[in-house]
């Protein structure tokens, strides 16, 4: 069953961030790990509530990256409001560092961060 989830994992991170991904940068807030650019699918237009075709305000991303130390950025180092993602807020705009501020979905594969 293992080497079916590793299957899994893999399958998602060359589907969905190779194929789909931007660059983003990650830097750890302790300077004990140097920055890293890995993949990330970029959600640039985040619903506010449920049910409301509100929009998140601009200062608000949500990415997907893997759950991993070399491919993305594993949860077990994360440091939350401390770490910065350098992301472009829109398509073709220069990036800006933008902190980690919530974890809202975590399993294996991957991770969805909220930043802003």
């Given amino acids: 069953m293992s080497n079916l989830l590793d299957q899994l ?7 969905f961030l190779t194929d789909f ?3 983003v940068t990650y ?9 890293r650019e890995i993949k990330a699918i970029v959600d640039r237009e ?6 409301t075709a509100d929009r998140a305000p601009l200062g608000q991303l949500r990415i ?8 993305g950025i594993s949860s077990a180092e994360i440091n939350m409001g401390g770490d910065v993602i350098r992301v472009a807020k829109r398509i073709g705009e220069v990036p800006v560092d ?3 501020v919530s974890k809202p979905i ?7 961060l909220e930043l802003t």
Avoid at 9 to 15: F, I, K, P, S
Avoid at 27 to 35: C, I, R, T
């Fill in 106 to 112: 975590e399993d294996r594969g991957m991770l969805e």
């Fill in 27 to 35: 830097y750890p807030l302790d300077g004990a790990l140097p920055p």
């Fill in 64 to 71: 997907s990256v893997a759950n991993s130390a070399t491919l």
């Fill in 46 to 51: 985040l619903p506010q509530s449920p049910g």
């Fill in 21 to 23: 991904g931007e660059t």
């Fill in 98 to 100: 933008m902190r980690i």
């Fill in 9 to 15: 994992d893999d399958d998602a991170t060359n589907v």
